[in-house]
Structures are given as C-alpha cells and as structure tokens.
C-alpha cells in the first residue's frame, strides 16, 4: 500500500508540473487555487494557541489579564481577569483583544464557546470574537453576560461562518467595576466549534424595527441595531451584535438610494426607497424606509460679515469672532424635533435646523454675562414661507446669580419676529436692544436661547451680543430720516413709515453678483446691496404711480463711486437717474417722475439698481404734493387771541412765555426737536417723535385756569397725545386727532387731565410718531 | 405521559445507557425485517386553517377532567381552535402552543386523539414530525389503551412513542407507562442527536408492537426495545391502543417555561400512519 502510494503522488506531481509548464504562459487568476488559513479552532485551552497574540485596550488597566493556573475549568490553566475599582489610575476598566497576524479559516465552525466564572456573580459587559484591531469587519459581540462562582458555558453563535475564511479577531473582553468595585473572572478553553445544535437562525437591522427617515440629497445614514439570533442548545435566544459586513443590504430605489456594504446609505436624489438586509439567505427583520426631500434649499452665498469691533462682542456663533463655548446647539428637549446640521456656505461655517418647532441652545456650564452688552445678534435664512402671520422667536434665558435653572432667580423674555422683518430666501439680520427682552431681568448668567415659531427650516449664523456705538463705520449708524408725508399722498415700496406694497421680491434672480440682505440700522429695517454690480426689485403687481409726481429714496453708501435706479414698465421700458455717490450721511433724494419718460408711469413692474460698493437704501416710495400744502405747514398756526391777563403761556410768540423752560430734556427720547419759523411765526418742530418732555422753567399753578390751548400741524402722524405732569409723577393723556388738514387749534379742558395737580405742573410730555408742529402751548381762562 | 415525578433520574440513566447501547452494537436489539401493511393514515394534505379530518380525530379541551392540567400540572388550556391546531397548507398538520389568556390559564394549546375513531393491537405506529422549542415546551406522539374508561390509568397501559423538552432540543424519549411503572417509575429511554436538533427538521418517530414487544425507533434506528422481562409490573400491551398528538405547556415533566421560552411554538405533523404486519 505504501509503495503504491508514493508511486501515485509522484505521477500527479509530474503531471502537475508538466500541465503548469504548458498553461504558465497565459495562466488564469481563475485557475488559481485561493490561498488556504489555518482551521484552527483552539484560541485558549491551557495557553495561547499557534500565532495567539494579546493587547489590551486604550484606557483599560493593561495587567488586567493573566494567565492563571490555579483557578481552571480543565486542564492546567486559564485566563483570568482583574477588573480594577473604579478610580484605579492604572485603567478604569479591564479590557483586550486576542488576535493573530495570520487568519484563520472559521468557515466550518458554528460558534464560539468557553467556559467563564468569577469571582462574584456579575454581568460582564462584552465579550465576543472579530475585534483585529484594525476594520473589524466581521466583530460579533455578545454583551452582559451573567456569570457567578459556577463555571458555565457560553456559546457566542458565529453570524455566518462562510465570511470568516481568513479572521484575525479570536476573541475580546471589556468589563468595568460593578457598582465601583473591582472583581475577578476566569476564562477557560476558548475555541471555535462546529456544534450543530444551534436552530432557527434570525437576523435584524434597526433591531428589527421598520424606521422611516426624512433626508435630503446628499446625507448619509448608517444602519445599526445590526444582529443574529440564534436558538442555543438550551432551547432559549440569544441575540448577538453582528457587524454590518455580515449582512448583504440592498435598496429598492438605488437611484434614491444607495447602500454600501458596511450599511452606509447615501442619498442621492429625490424619492423613496426601502433598505433591506440579508444574513445569508436570512431576511433580516426591520427596514429603513428613507424619505428624500431632494436637494437642500439654502443660502448661496454666505450671511454678511458681521462688522462690530471684536472687543465689543461676545459670539456665540460667528467665524468673524472668537466663540465662548456653548454645551450644545440641540438640546433635544422632549417635543422638540429639530434637527441640526452643521453645515459650510462659501467657507463659512452655519447652523442649519430642519424641523424646527423649537430647539434649546445651551450654555449652562459656561454662563455668559451680557451685562456690558447692549444688543443681541443673529442672522438668519429661511426658504419658507415668511408672509404674515408667519413668527420667528427668539428667548433668552438668564440663570440668575446661583448660576443654575432654578431656584427663584431665573429670569427669561421671548421676542417674536414677523414680516417684513422676515423674509423668504434673504439673510435676515435681527438685532436687537438687549432691554426689548423686557422679562428678562439678569443678563450676567445667560444660558440659554430658545429659537422657535412657524419657520421649519432656519440656517443661523452670527449669533453675538454686542455693545452698541461700537459699529465700525462701514454702515450707517443713524436710520435714514423717518418720511413725514402723509400716508395717503404715497405708494410705498419699501419703509418701516408706510403699508408697503404687497409681494415685493427684493432678490429676484436676474443673474446679479450683488448679495442682497435686509440689515436693521438703529432698529430701523434697511435694505442692503453689497457688492452691487445690479439688482432688480420685482414689484408684487403692477403699480399705476401716474398720479404721483416724486419718486423718493434715501441712501447711503461710503463706497460706492457709481449709482443709478431704473424704474421699468413693461418691454421693458426702462430709464435710469443717476444718484450722487458716495453720500455724506444719509442722503434723501426726491426724483421728478418725469425724468423717467419714456417709461409708462401708468404700469410699473420693476425697479433696478446698477453700480457698485455697498449701498443702503431705505424709505423707497412714490408721492404726490400733499393735499394740506405737503409736509410743511405753508401758513403760521393762527395767532390766539386771550386776553393776556387770562394766560399763562408756555410757547407762544403771542404772549409772554413762562422763563426758563427746556423744549428738549433728555428723558431718552428719539425725537428731534427743533424751532422753525413757519412765514415768520416761531413753531416747534418734532421730528421722528417717539416721545418727548417739556420741562416747565418753574412750577405753574393752573387751577385759576379752565383750559389747556395749542395748535398743532401734522401730515404724517398717526397717533398724537398730549401729557400734562405734577410731581409724582402724576401724569394724564389727552388724545390729539391726527393727522390734521391744516392747522388744528384744540383747548383742552383742565378737568381732563385729572388727578394731576393744576397747582403745581411741572412739565408736558407728547407721545405719538411722525412730525409734529406745534405752537401757542397756553393755559387760558 | 401522566404522573412523571421520578422520571428525570430514571431518564439520566437511560440516557447514559443509550450511548452505550449506540456504541457496543447490542444484538438483542437487531432490526427483525418484517413487512407492514398500512391500515390506517391522515397525510393532513388540505387548504390552510382547516381542522383535522373528523372522523380520525377528536379533540381533548380544557385543563382536564381532574382540573389539574390533565393530571401533571400542565399550564395550557386545550382548545378545538384553528389557531391551536390545524392543517397549515403544506401537507402538514400544525399544533401550536401560544402565550394568551384562555379558560383561566395564560396558554393555550390543542391535543387531538383517536380514541373512538380508531384503535389497533400491535402493528407499526408512526408519525413524520418537527418538532417546536423552548424551555417548558412539551410535545408528545403517544398511544392509551383503550380500555381506559373501563380499568383507568395506569392499568391500561401508556407507550410513549416520542416526547421531548423544548430545553433539551437534542433529545427524545420512548416510554412505557403500567401497572407498577408508571409515573416516575415509568420504562424510559432517551434517545439524542450529539451535533443536531429535532427542531431543525423533521424525523420520523415510531414503534413497532408485536406480542411480548415493542421496539421504538427514530428515523431508522432501534433504540430501545421492552419485553415482558422489562417492567416491574403486569405487561399490558396485549389489546388496542388509541393515538395522541399535543403540545403541553409546562408541567411536573418539562418544567415551567421561561421569559425567555419563545412563543407561539408549532409542531408541525407530516403524517400518521398504522400498519400492521403482513401475513
């Protein structure tokens, strides 16, 4: 038999040999036997087996593992385990990996098993086999396995064994303290077997749930909760963590959807598609079902760069500064589903929130104290839609002085934003005094800010506190004067002073480089063009302005060296005006309609703007001459005619004034006060009233007095009141009606203003908006 | 199948004598060729949801006449229901034992039987059949004698021809229960599968009785065989026998099951089929 034997071999050998030299020339990869691995199943019985070899990992305690033969399940030793006490410098865990340099063929293997006891009955967090210290691609975990002070088996399944015919990862372990404390657990014979008693294998991604996603072109998910389970000899389940590269994922809708072997799904357009998964010729339960929205819309080009001085700026958010640190821009409170990516336009890093209905922003473990601050900052773009009653809001939270939610000092306020603040598809910049926030008493431990409203999709950039009057002169600080005509002798375009026509679209996309944002300057809405080479402005429908006479527009720019406005009717017809830049200061220009011929006044569909620099444009309206004389009193207010032993006058060319008086004390007031005289008659002018004080130059005693006189001239306001104060103060309204045709002379019985005290009044307030005249302020009798 | 207390033990040492048996080739039990000629046989060909042919089979419901989950503390409510036991479409028979509250107990199960349909006196009795898995879960293929209402239990005589727990999926047993042997002192032995499961797929199960013996058989291997020389009491198995295929759900024999006892668990039946021997 021998002979015969070695006979047969050396034939085959020769032929072998003789075939090889034949083929050698054109030799097929195909032809070629695969490399063949070692089946060996032992990885530890009384040592480390053939090319076994040990490392513990990062962080753990790495003398954890021992080889001990005094404590064995069989034969002469086993592994053993010292898990160290929480707190041990040495490593807070005991962790490791058995791994050979060469691969092993496992495919005619079923599982992994050992034996394991411990000193104490624990649940070890991990064990399990596939961990090479490099992709792992096939690592297989089975997590908290209960052990006690019995040796037992355990049988970690293999997922499917035709996938390891060259493994390097024979087995790994990580526990830490139970309950802090340290103990000590012992491993024994470790090997791969074919057991042939393991059933009814199942497998599952998503832990076996149908997920639904909502995504977006470009976006990447990747498919966890990836498993096999196996029915053990024991007739029970056990469930094991198998890595994604077991499983073959295939999409229903590749064109939507791809997915990669290691479960990485890439979307790639709009649509829908289902990711399923087999583990061998296992269906996988659970799915991932991803919605796709398509392509992102979102800003172009980036917000515009902030341009506060750096020193007087805390940043949340912005490239142009240094940020304080913030915990997180997505607390995920209960309720909330906002989701936020960190995104990158044009280099410049922004925050984008998809489904927001409101989303946390917190800076609890590093407060931020904005009392030196004066405003508060953030940009933002939406692609929805912002008509009204569409709200973005803003609130902050102030921790108080304990620093921490809670405890009776916290203080917060909640400002709501709305068109035409808001708009669809700009950079919209909200800014803020910080003492709008009304509620919001303590400013030194802010730590958090709450976005919310009816804005689903909101990209935030810019987010700062700063200190006002420390805006780098590259805009206007001043808003453009408030318009004073009268709102019936105008078609407004763009003002914070007028109803402006409805639908405008600032940005229309003509193919211009200019980025066009809407910036508030002094709390005052202003349009912006940087970088203009050209803008168009689409009117919301077509304006029949014939039967006005100006077009009005206030600008500025410190930059610019060409400006000019079209007005365009349909052909188009369109004619520009060349505007005077750069400006010094706001510079209001009022253009003669006419001068735009041949364009049909009768049919205006758009405006457009060329040159270049950055332009601010504000209050751009058509008017008419005002039917009262426009917007100056063209006559005196009528001279009155008291008996001046029955007056006490207070500013009146007509009589004798009380001395002494200040017409404009500082009570923080944005109005501004001037004297004019009106065909030769003194009048006091209010310009841009918010509110303002009169400060009386001495007590006056009123009460032999019936009636409070003065004349007043108004084309623009809409509200007028009248104050009278004594010390307290006591203070009473009297509504004024507004505006006025003409010269209005009221006399206001005292008795109105009580319980002010008429013997001693020390000051008048007005309140309202608009520009006001005013003149022969008396008491009479 | 009824009063089993004892039965772990004794079944231990069976289960160590088996091996032995497998390995020493015993003589005694030496396959006898005989001819069998089929009486009797339900193949469970029909549509899905349908119930087992009437007029083979009939139903056991309830907890059991004692109230006492038919005399072993068993856990299940047997009912007619399809959802319990039915054809499943594919030729086979299904018996599926479920978790959910039923007549008071929180399983529910089925056991069908021939008793009044059909009996026979020796021949070949066999069923082609999966069986389901888990701790607690207890199905069996066995036959009473059918004078049981007459002399009751155990004097009729008991042959289990398969039973086996869903904890132990390897192993089976074949058991005679008598006069003197029954329960915990019943004559058992198991047989096992050292690199499979009978819940992997299916296996046949079978005795074959003649005068003085009985011999009981998975797929094609005798594995025990009892004679009259064997039992420690009167040897019964002289007069028909009726079948029964159920699931139990826990007892005194298999142990209660477990949270961890997957359910529902099925025992699918491909046929049952009696002969007897050719003259």
């Known amino acids: ?93 005991a962790g490791g990996a058995y791994f050979t340099s060469v691969g092993r063929d496992l495919s005619g293997y079923d599982a992994l098993t050992f034996w394991a006891k411990a000193s104490k009955a624990a649940t070890i ?86 997920q639904e996603f909502l995504v977006e072109t470009g976006q990447t998910l990747n498919i966890g909760g990836t498993k096999a389970i196996f029915n053990l000899p024991t007739g029970v389940d056990q469930s094991v963590d198998a890595a994604p590269s077991y499983f073959t994922f295939s999409s229903s809708n590749p064109s939507v959807a791809s997915v990669s ?15 399923t998964a087999k583990l061998g010729d296992q269906d996988a339960a659970g799915s991932m079902t991803v919605g796709s929205t398509g392509q992102a819309v979102g800003p172009q080009a980036p917000a515009p760069t902030p341009t506060v001085d750096a020193d007087s700026v805390i940043s949340m958010f912005c490239n142009a500064y240094n940020n304080v640190p913030i915990d997180t821009w997505n607390t995920g409170w209960q309720f909330s589903t906002a989701e936020l990516l960190d995104i990158q336009i044009a280099g410049d890093d922004v925050k ?59 203080s917060s306020h909640e400002l709501s934003f709305s068109s035409p603040l808001l708009q669809t598809g700009q ?77 405008t679209d600032f940005n229309p996309n003509w193919g211009q480089a200019t980025v066009v944002s809407q910036v508030p300057v002094a709390g005052n809405n202003t349009l912006l063009y940087s970088g203009l080479n050209y803008q168009g402005t689409q009117l919301g429908s077509n304006l029949d302005v014939s039967s006005m006479t100006h077009l009005h527009l206030d600008v500025w720019t410190n930059n610019s060296s060409a400006l000019s406005v079209f007005l365009i009717s349909p052909g188009p017809i369109e004619t520009p005006s060349v505007l005077t830049v750069p400006t010094s200061g706001w510079a209001s220009v009022d253009i003669p309609l006419s001068s735009f011929s041949p364009v049909d006044l009768a049919n205006i569909i758009q405006f457009k703007f060329d040159g270049n620099g950055d332009i601010y444009l504000d209050n751009i309206y058509f008017y008419k001459p005002g039917s009262g004389g426009g917007t100056t009193p063209t006559t005196a207010a009528p001279t009155p005619t008291f008996n001046a032993a029955n007056v006490i006058s ?72 009248v104050f009278l104060i004594s010390p307290g103060p006591i203070e009473t309204p009297y509504t004024l009606t507004v505006p006025t045709s003409g010269w209005s002379s009221v006399d206001i019985p005292l008795t109105a203003f009580a319980p002010v005290d008429l013997t001693n009044v020390i000051q008048f307030k007005f309140e309202g908006d608009g520009k006001i005249y005013l003149d022969n302020i008396l008491f009479h009798n | ?135 607690g879960i207890w199905p069996a293929f066995w036959m009473l004698g059918s004078n049981i209402n007459e002399v009751s239990w155990p004097q009729c005589g008991e042959i289990d021809i398969m039973e086996y727990r869903g904890q132990q999926p390897n192993l089976i047993y074949g058991t005679l229960h008598g006069p003197g042997y029954s329960g915990g002192a019943s004559i ?92």
């Open chain 1, 1 to 93: 038999m021998k002979n015969r034997s070695l006979k047969f071999i050396t034939f085959t050998l020769l032929v072998f040999v003789t075939l090889f030299t034949v083929v050698s020339c054109k030799r097929d990869l195909d032809d070629l036997e695969p490399a063949t691995f070692p089946t060996t199943a032992e990885v530890f019985i009384d040592g480390f087996s053939a090319g076994l070899n040990y490392g513990a990992f990062g962080g753990s305690k790495v003398t954890a593992f021992d080889v001990d033969s005094e404590e064995k399940y069989k034969g002469t030793a086993s592994m053993k385990f010292a898990v160290p006490d929480a707190g041990d410098p040495q490593g807070a865990y």
């Open chain 1, 125 to 210: 967090d991990v064990v399990g086999f596939g961990n090479d210290f490099g992709e792992s691609r096939f690592q297989t975990v089975l997590r908290d396995v209960k052990v006690n002070t019995n040796w037992q088996k355990f049988i970690i399944p293999i997922p499917d064994a035709s996938k390891l015919t060259q493994e390097r990862g024979m087995f790994f372990y990580s526990e830490g303290p139970e309950s802090g404390l340290g103990y000590t657990f012992w491993i024994d014979e470790v090997t791969f077997e074919n057991l042939g008693t393991l059933a009814h294998p199942r497998a599952a991604i998503l832990d076996g749930q149908d």
């Open chain 1, 261 to 275: 072997s290691t479960g990485a799904v890439s979307i790639v357009d709009a649509g829908s598609a289902v990711i």
């Open chain 1, 352 to 410: 984008r929130y998809r489904m927001l209905n409101f989303v946390g922003i917190e800076f609890a473990s590093q407060t931020i104290n904005a009392s030196a601050m004066t405003h508060f900052h953030l940009d933002i773009w939406t692609p929805d839609a912002t008509a009204l009653p569409a709200a973005f809001k803003v609130l902050l939270v102030d921790f108080g002085a304990n620093g921490v939610f809670d405890g009776g000092d916290d």
């Open chain 1, 427 to 503: 950079w919209v910049g909200i800014d803020v005094p910080l003492s709008n926030f009304t509620g919001l008493v303590n400013k030194g431990h802010l730590a958090q800010l709450v976005l919310s409203g009816d804005l689903p999709n909101v990209y935030v950039d810019n987010v700062y506190f700063y200190k006002s009057g420390s805006v780098v002169t590259t805009g206007p600080t001043v808003a453009a004067p408030v318009p004073t005509r009268n709102p019936a002798d105008v078609i407004s375009i763009f003002s914070d002073a007028y109803t402006n026509a409805a639908g």
């Open chain 1, 650 to 721: 207070i500013f009146s060319d007509a009589y004798t004034n009380v001395a002494g008086s200040d017409l404009n004390p500082n009570w923080g007031q944005a109005t501004i006060v001037t004297q004019e005289p009106i065909a030769g008659n003194n009048t006091l002018v209010y310009t841009g009233l918010n509110y303002q004080g009169l400060q009386l130059g001495s007590n006056q005693n009123v009460s032999g007095m019936t009636n409070l006189h003065l004349d007043f001239w108004t084309a623009n306001a809409t509200a007028l009141k």
């Open chain 2, 1 to 135: 199948m009824k009063l089993k207390n004892l039965l772990l033990t004794a079944s231990t040492i069976s289960f160590a004598l088996f091996f032995l048996f497998v390995s020493c080739q015993n003589d005694d039990n030496a396959i006898v060729q005989r001819t069998w000629q089929l009486v009797w046989e339900d193949d469970f060909n029909g549509n899905p949801g349908q119930s087992p042919d009437a007029s083979k089979w009939i139903y056991d419901i309830g907890v059991g006449p004692g109230n006492d989950g038919w005399g072993n503390s068993e856990l299940q409510y047997y009912t007619d229901q399809p959802g319990n036991v039915s054809l499943d479409g594919s030729g086979n028979l299904a018996i599926t034992a479920r978790s959910e509250s039923f007549g008071g107990r929180g399983f529910t199960s089925a056991r069908i039987k021939t008793q009044g349909q059909f009996d026979q006196a020796y021949g070949r009795f066999e069923a082609r059949m999966k069986m389901p898995w888990g701790p």
């Open chain 2, 188 to 279: 058992t032995k198991g047989y096992g599968f050292e690199n499979d499961r009978f819940d992997k797929d299916f296996h046949l199960f079978a005795v074959e009785w003649g005068v003085d013996y009985i011999d009981f058989f998975v797929d094609e291997t005798l594995y025990q065989r009892l004679t009259p020389d064997d039992v420690p009491g009167e040897w019964v198995y002289d007069q028909p026998f009726f079948m029964i295929l159920n699931i139990a759900v826990g007892g005194n024999y298999v142990g209660f099951p477990t949270p961890q006892t997957p359910f529902p668990q099925t025992m699918l039946v491909d046929y049952v089929k009696v002969y007897k021997e050719a003259n």
